[in-house]
C-alpha cells in the first residue's frame, strides 16, 4: 500500500511539472512570459504574507487576484487562443503545398520583389486557416507563378490583403489577416509585415512577405520575422518549413 501511494505521488508530481513545463515552453518567446514572472511573484508574495499572518497585506492581495486573473484572460486571449491550439494540433502532417507548387510560388515572390510589387502569402499546415479565408474572396485555384503574380499586380482587385494556399491550392485571396500588436518588437514595419506576423503568431502557418518600399522577401513562422531572403534561400526554408 506504502510503495502505491509513493509511485502515485511520485506520477502526480512528474505530471504537475510536466504541465508547467509545457504551458512555460507555449509561452516562451511571447509577452505574456514577463507577465507570468509577474505572476509568480504576486504568489510568493502573497505565500510569505500568508506565512507571516500579515493581515492587511493579505486581505489586499485576496481581493486583487480574482480582478487580476480575469484582466490577464482578456489582454492575453490572443497567446492563450495560441496555445490552445497548438495543443489542439494533429501530429500528422497535412503537406501544404507540392514541391511544384512550393517552386512557382518561390519564383512568384523573386519576380514580384525585383519589381517591388507588394505581396502577403499564407500557407496553411495543420492550423486551418478557414476563418481567414472566409474574409477574402474564394479563389480554389491552380498555383502557378504567372497566376500568382497577376493577382498581387499593382491595382489589381485582389491586390490588397492576403493569398492562402491550402493543399497545393489557391484558396482565396484578398484575406485579412490578423496584425501583430502595435506595441511589440516589429511595430516600426508596415502593415503587410505585421499581417504576416500577426497570422504566424496565432497559427503555424508559414507566411511570406514582399516589400513595396524594399522588395525585399521575408518569411514569418512562430511570431517572428526571418531577414531578408534571397530566391534560394526562400526555397530552401519553404522546403525545411512544409515538408519537416
Not at 37 to 49: D, I, K, Q, Y
Not at 189 to 199: F, K, N, P, S
Not at 201 to 209: F, G, H, N, P, R
Request: charged residues 20%; contains cysteine.
Amino acid at each position: 500500500m506504502l510503495l502505491t501511494t509513493s509511485l502515485k505521488d511520485l506520477l502526480d508530481i512528474v505530471l504537475v511539472a510536466t504541465l508547467f513545463y509545457q504551458g512555460y515552453m507555449l509561452l516562451s518567446g511571447t509577452r505574456a512570459v514577463n507577465v507570468l514572472r509577474g505572476v509568480l511573484v504576486f504568489v510568493l508574495a502573497w505565500a510569505v504574507s500568508n506565512f507571516l499572518q500579515l493581515t492587511a497585506l493579505n486581505s489586499l492581495l485576496g481581493r486583487i487576484a480574482p480582478v487580476g486573473l480575469f484582466a490577464l484572460v482578456v489582454v492575453f486571449q490572443p497567446e492563450l487562443r495560441a496555445a490552445l491550439e497548438q495543443i489542439g494540433r494533429t501530429r500528422v502532417r497535412d503537406v501544404g503545398a507540392s514541391g511544384a507548387a512550393l517552386q512557382d510560388i518561390s519564383r512568384a515572390m523573386e519576380r514580384m520583389a525585383e519589381r517591388k510589387t507588394g505581396a502577403l502569402i499564407a500557407i496553411e499546415r495543420r492550423t486551418p486557416l478557414g476563418e481567414y479565408a472566409a474574409t477574402g474572396v474564394k479563389l480554389d485555384a491552380q498555383i502557378s507563378a504567372p497566376f500568382i503574380e497577376a493577382l498581387f499586380a499593382r491595382n489589381a482587385p485582389l491586390h490588397d490583403g492576403g493569398m492562402i494556399v491550402q493543399s497545393g491550392r489557391v484558396l482565396a485571396a484578398a484575406c485579412l489577416f490578423p496584425l501583430q500588436a502595435s506595441d511589440g518588437i516589429y511595430r516600426r514595419y508596415g502593415t503587410r509585415h505585421r499581417a504576416a506576423i500577426g497570422l504566424s503568431e496565432l497559427t503555424d502557418a508559414v507566411v511570406l512577405v514582399v516589400s513595396e518600399e524594399r522588395g525585399s522577401i521575408r518569411l514569418a513562422t512562430g511570431g517572428r520575422l526571418s531577414a531578408d531572403l534571397t530566391g534560394a534561400e526562400l526555397r530552401d526554408r519553404l522546403r525545411e518549413l512544409v515538408y519537416e
